[in-house]
């Protein structure tokens, strides 16, 4: 018998990825290509969507070349995708009204000031469970409005189409101007401001507080779902599956059951809990989001602790600091020193996110002395991700009244030993590593090999979870608690910095 | 024998060019001075470019020596990158295989385990990352030797310490099985570092074919090997696979 296979498409921050998985979720042959970022001015982060659609047209028929198969043997193909970023195109050419917003621009600031003046800025939380922030898509989509001569009449019209990254390439990939489908998933949706989280619909009162026209949004599918058929690219694979990267992550981690919790480390870190059919409204500064929707059943919610900077501080140190030559010789320099040297830096560059949600905070390096060296810095840059998880998982224990015993983690940065032991070390839990630290590509392609039947369901998934490495802690409680108020402290020192009219 | 060969030549005069005055030059000024075509001026510095012998400047396009070169004599792989490029296969490995997977690189006379993925069964075990592996009773090792005739002769020089009754613990019995290595293309080692254990390790390859670590696996020797301790050849071809994959993410066979 042919063997059969599920392609994913990961859109991810710094580079797209096309990989096959076979029956047994093993990874069989990967493609890959960085997009380019541009950084037009402080705070401002964009994408060439068409960049991004062009990778796709060039690694999609490469992964297939690499594994020796043909797309008949290809069951079915799942997209995850980065979340929030905004990108609004012409129907009729197809072609971008602009570079894509990306999810780390903070230009919205002070849009989003305004709208948290707005007296009914109350219900956006309680409707979208979303606090008001830069980070989501709506403010971006009101901001091209506003900003694009002549868009708001289009979007009026219904010329132009709003979408995330799965939805511009699903579109692409079913036809584009030629009939292409204009569609979403729940989880990307509830990372607009725009859904109402309890029914899974664009909500009218949310439209009309941003002052968004509903012609131009795409319609929301469950996560999985008929996507239609490739037309272009490769023609006939069925996309069957699309999710937000990190609600892929939690899916390809198994975390099916309530409590179940993951962190991937990539350009940003994203810890998500599974809280079922539950939607828990959080005190901490975590967000209400979708974790995943099965076509025909209800959607099961997450709570999701966002971290802004963590793989993409060690990407600044290598490309404007120069300090290293590749991204992982950061534990290279590391280990040159063994400790922080009393140096700690705190990533605020799009702002803070969970659990403190100060957009105006910038980033810091304290304690300098001349004491400290690269190494120092190096060992500082991968304590501010550890301290950072630390955070997001003492406001998640809160929220949850659950008390995280293990922490399953996945992404690039996994690959980084003294990072994951640091980890451990300040959580004071084990830290798991699964066999598959591709975890968002394989939960596209979960998600999508069940929507098909290739995979028959949730506990032939679970069977597949396999521990590949496991980070024990070993720092004693005194010096952790000691290190972890001078990071809070360092923290403190962030906030405030970037408003613009502050009292003289 | 044969002549020079030209492509070699002009890629040092390139180099030469590059290591005085500005160095700093477009591809025209550097076709113009010695006189070559600029579409071969250009094919030599795009691979000057992928060995990391020079680098280009992304603003205004023009050739510099690169970094690589500088470090010529030294580690030429960083450790943690190598892992973090060979991650996925590791991965893969363990998945197909179902034993642990190690990536070694040669420390100081040893075996440095730089990547460890747990044998897939969610039994208790321990990430050994760092660890130090003896180089003649280690299939990894065994790999190591083979592609490097310095550290090679070095080993043998040493007196080989006997861990198990099987350890080749004579120089010209190793010499034998290190040639037998690169004629397979890959190692087998069956008791001879701990009893009832045993490994399989093939090369991981960067451009040009450089050997730049193993990755193999290890496991009980009645599951790695046939019935007269002969390593089992669908193993074989996956651990070979996984190098293989490994070295075409690091720019080998291109």
Not at chain 1, 59 to 78: E, F, N, T, W, Y
Not at chain 1, 198 to 224: G, H, N, V
Not at chain 1, 343 to 366: K, M, N, Q
Not at chain 2, 94 to 107: F, K, M, N, P
Request: hydrophobic fraction near 45%; aromatic fraction near 6%; proline fraction near 4%.
């Amino acid at each position: 018998m042919t063997q059969r296979y599920v392609m994913a498409i990961d859109q991810g921050t710094t580079s797209t990825r096309c990989i096959l998985f076979d029956q047994r979720a093993r990874l069989v042959s990967v493609a890959q290509r960085e997009q380019q970022q541009y950084f037009p001015q402080p705070g401002w982060v964009e994408q060439d969507a068409v960049e991004i659609w062009r990778n796709v047209d060039r690694i999609v028929p490469r992964a297939l070349a690499d594994a020796g198969i043909s797309a008949d043997q290809v069951m079915a193909l799942g997209i995850a995708n980065q979340r929030e970023t905004t990108v609004v195109w012409d129907r009729r050419t197809g072609a971008p009204v602009g570079r894509a917003i990306v999810w780390q621009d903070v230009r919205t600031e002070e849009l989003v000031r305004e709208f948290e003046r707005k007296p009914d800025a109350e219900q956006v939380r309680e409707r979208c469970g979303l606090p008001l922030a830069t980070y989501f898509a709506a403010p971006r989509l009101r901001w091209l409005l506003d900003n694009v001569p002549g868009l708001r009449d289009r979007a009026e019209r219904g010329d132009v189409l709003f979408g995330t990254m799965e939805t511009w390439l699903i579109w692409n990939l079913t036809g584009g101007v030629d009939g292409g489908l204009h569609v979403t998933d729940v989880t990307n949706a509830s990372r607009t401001l725009l859904m109402n989280l309890a029914i899974l619909a664009w909500d009218d009162e949310l439209l009309s507080f941003f002052d968004i026209p509903k012609r131009m949004l795409p319609e929301i599918r469950p996560s999985t779902a008929d996507f239609g058929q490739t037309t272009r690219v490769v023609p006939g694979l069925r996309i069957a599956a699309a999710l937000g990267d990190q609600h892929a992550a939690l899916f390809g981690q198994t975390c099916f059951a309530r409590g179940e919790t993951k962190c991937t480390y990539g350009t940003g870190s994203f810890l998500l809990m599974n809280t079922g059919r539950e939607l828990v409204r959080s005190t901490h500064g975590l967000l209400t989001t979708i974790g995943y929707q099965l076509g025909g059943e209800p959607a099961v919610y997450a709570l999701e602790g966002p971290i802004a900077v963590t793989g993409s501080l060690v990407q600044w140190i290598r490309d404007s600091l120069g300090l290293i030559n590749s991204a992982p010789e950061i534990e290279t320099l590391a280990r040159t020193v063994d400790d922080n040297g009393g140096c700690y830096i705190v990533p605020a560059f799009s702002g803070l996110f969970a659990p403190h949600w100060h957009s105006e905070a910038r980033g810091i390096i304290v304690g300098l002395t001349s004491y400290i060296t690269k190494g120092h810095l190096a060992r500082a840059v991968l304590e501010a991700t550890g301290w950072q998880t630390r955070e997001v998982v003492d406001a998640m224990n809160a929220d949850s009244g659950l008390t995280a015993s293990t922490l399953r983690v996945d992404g690039g940065m996994t690959a980084d030993h003294l990072l994951m032991q640091f980890i451990a070390d300040v959580l004071d839990i084990p830290v798991m590593r699964p066999i598959v630290a591709e975890t968002v590509s394989l939960g596209a392609a979960y998600a999508a090999g069940l929507g098909v039947g290739f995979w028959p369901d949730l506990e032939g998934l679970r069977r597949n979870w396999h521990l590949a490495a496991r980070w024990l802690p070993q720092l004693d409680a005194e010096r952790r608690a000691a290190e972890y108020a001078n990071w809070q402290r360092a923290v403190e020192l962030t906030f405030g910095w970037a408003q613009p009219r502050r009292p003289v | 024998m044969p002549g020079p060969v030209q492509a070699i030549e002009r890629a040092a005069a390139i180099l030469r060019l590059l290591a005085r005055g500005s160095g700093r030059l477009g591809v025209g000024e550097i076709a113009a001075s010695l006189d070559l075509a600029k579409g071969t001026a250009h094919g030599i510095l795009r691979t000057l470019q992928g060995v990391g012998f020079v680098e280009q400047d992304a603003a205004t396009g023009k050739y510099q020596l690169g970094a690589a070169l500088l470090h010529l004599g030294t580690s030429y792989l960083d450790v943690n990158e190598l892992r973090s490029r060979a991650i996925n296969w590791a991965d893969a490995l363990a998945a197909r295989s179902g034993e642990a997977v190690r990536i070694g690189t040669s420390l100081e006379g040893n075996v440095m385990v730089v990547h460890h993925v747990f044998r897939p069964d969610d039994t208790l075990q321990t990430l050994d990352v760092g660890t130090l592996l003896p180089l003649h009773a280690t299939a990894l090792g065994k790999v190591l030797l083979a592609y490097d005739a310095d550290l090679a002769a070095e080993t043998q020089r040493a007196e080989l310490p006997s861990l198990t009754r099987r350890t080749v613990v004579n120089a010209t019995a190793l010499t034998r099985a290190l040639a037998q290595v690169r004629e397979q293309g890959w190692a087998g080692e069956a008791e001879e570092f701990m009893p009832g254990e045993a490994g399989i390790a093939a090369p991981i390859r960067s451009y040009g074919g450089l050997v730049v670590g193993a990755i193999g696996i290890t496991g009980p020797a009645d599951r790695l090997c046939d019935g007269r301790l002969r390593p089992r050849p669908e193993l074989v071809t996956h651990v070979r696979n996984a190098a293989r994959s490994v070295s075409r993410d690091l720019g080998a066979g291109r």
